[in-house]
């Protein structure tokens, strides 16, 4: 077990996707993305840059209302939001743990609103605003398997 932590800046949406192109590019079966950061933090920006990089082109919009879109891409990519969840036993009663326990890759928008009920194997993604148009985007899990997505953004900052 390690622990591994990579901080990106993007100076404008499309350098938030680039980010998530990464992320999508060298995605993995099982794959779970817990995104975490306040409202227009770039949670759902993001998440499109990963579907892109997992080869697909279509649109990520929000699932506000059906709370998981599934998209096929180079693997299945389901990306949940729990804004509209209130509760921890309204999100244990979603039963997402097929989606989370499967080969897809999994992309969770406001997974801070149920602490503990994700895999271990996951990886933690913060966004914070820095001013209207920068964020830091934060990586990090203490799973071995994101320790080599952590290069590959690494590699990125150092360009
Ligand atoms: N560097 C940046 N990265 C991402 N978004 C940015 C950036 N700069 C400005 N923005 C703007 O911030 C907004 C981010 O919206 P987005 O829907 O991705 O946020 P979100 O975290 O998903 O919000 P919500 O909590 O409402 O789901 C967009 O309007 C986008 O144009
Ligand atoms: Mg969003």
């Given amino acids: 077990m390690s622990y591994v932590c990579v901080g990106l800046t993007a100076q404008s949406p499309e350098e938030t996707q680039a980010i998530g192109r990464l ?6 079966p099982g794959d779970v993305y817990l995104l975490v950061g306040n409202l227009g933090a770039g ?5 499109q840059g990963i579907l892109w990089g997992l080869g697909s082109d279509e649109y990520a919009r929000s699932p506000t209302f059906v709370l ?3 998209y096929n891409a180079r693997l299945t990519m389901y990306h949940m939001d729990l804004y509209r969840l209130d509760s921890y036993e309204e999100i244990v009663e979603l039963g997402l743990e097929e ?5 897809g ?3 969770v928008e406001w997974a801070d609103k149920a602490p503990g009920y994700f895999p271990e194997d996951h990886a933690m993604i913060t966004l914070d605003v820095v001013d209207p148009d920068t964020r830091r ?4 899990s203490e799973s071995d398997r994101y320790a080599e997505i952590a290069r590959v953004l690494q590699a990125q900052q150092s360009k």
Avoid: P, Q, Y
């Fill in 23 to 28: 992320l999508g590019m060298s995605a993995m």
């Fill in 43 to 47: 949670k759902t920006t993001l998440t």
């Fill in 68 to 70: 998981v879109n599934e």
């Fill in 99 to 103: 989606h989370l326990d499967g080969d």
């Fill in 105 to 107: 890759v999994c992309v």
């Fill in 137 to 140: 985007i934060s990586l990090s």
